[in-house]
């Protein structure tokens, strides 16, 4: 399976975007699909996962509140919805998955085996 993450751009503080990781066949096993971050100069940072079966979600606490992360199987697609968006938000957003991820590795990148390419995100003040 291979994953494509698009809905990036330019925004101002406080407006919104919504990313899109597309899937290139549909799925029947057990996929978790996560969505990370990755700002110049630091770490890949976790921001929200989806079981893509149950639609069980997780989140990292500095997005709470203001991002969700949905999915339509039948369109074989992930979304983060992103509000409120602030400067700090600012970064390469990269869409995961994986078949074989157990819970307390849904915040781990290495626990992901698919990568779609990045698609960037700039929030000006």
């Known amino acids: 399976v291979q994953l494509q993450a698009s809905g990036g751009g330019l925004v101002q503080a406080g407006e919104s975007l919504r990313l899109s990781c597309l899937a290139s066949e549909r799925t029947s096993g057990r996929l978790t699909v996560g969505w990370f971050r990755q700002a110049p100069g630091e770490e890949r940072e976790f921001v929200a996962a989806i079981r893509v079966n149950s639609g069980t979600t997780y989140y990292a606490d500095s997005i709470k509140g203001r991002f969700a992360i949905s999915r339509d199987n039948a369109k074989k697609t992930v979304y983060l919805q992103m509000n409120s968006l602030k400067p700090g938000d600012t970064a390469v957003y990269y869409c995961?998955?994986?078949?074989?991820?157990?819970?307390?590795?849904?915040?781990?990148?290495?626990?992901?085996?698919?990568w779609g390419q990045g698609t960037l995100v700039t929030v000006s003040s």
């Open positions: 995961a998955g994986s078949f074989t991820l157990i819970s307390s590795n849904v915040y781990n990148p290495f626990g992901y085996s698919m």
